[in-house]
């Protein structure tokens, strides 16, 4: 299986992921990051970081950055979690 890293940019740098994990496919890297997000900005807004701020940043092995997912695309700027309508 594939190895993804998460590194998590702040605006002090990237926080590298050094230890990585193993997904089918980047779309389950995703998925697996979105679903991490809520935890990490719990204690990232503690030391007093913004969702507006943050991203994860998922890489290959080669080192290729695949996807950026900015933590405000999830989340507002309050850390509540955006719901899009179904409906329009």
């Known amino acids: ?4 890293f998460f590194d998590v940019r702040t605006p002090r740098g ?3 992921d050094d230890i990585g994990s193993e997904f089918g496919s980047v779309e389950a890297a995703y998925l697996e990051a979105c679903k991490a997000i809520p935890g990490m900005l719990v ?9 507006r701020d943050l991203a994860f940043e998922i890489r290959d092995e080669a080192g290729r950055e695949l996807w950026q997912i900015p933590f405000n695309e ?3 700027a309050h850390g ?8 329009r």
Request: overall charge negative.
């Open 1 to 4: 299986m594939p190895l993804f």
């Open 80 to 87: 509540r979690l955006r719901l899009r309508s179904a409906t």
């Open 14 to 16: 990237v926080e590298p």
């Open 43 to 51: 204690d990232l807004q503690r030391e007093g970081e913004h969702a």
């Open 74 to 76: 999830i989340y507002d």
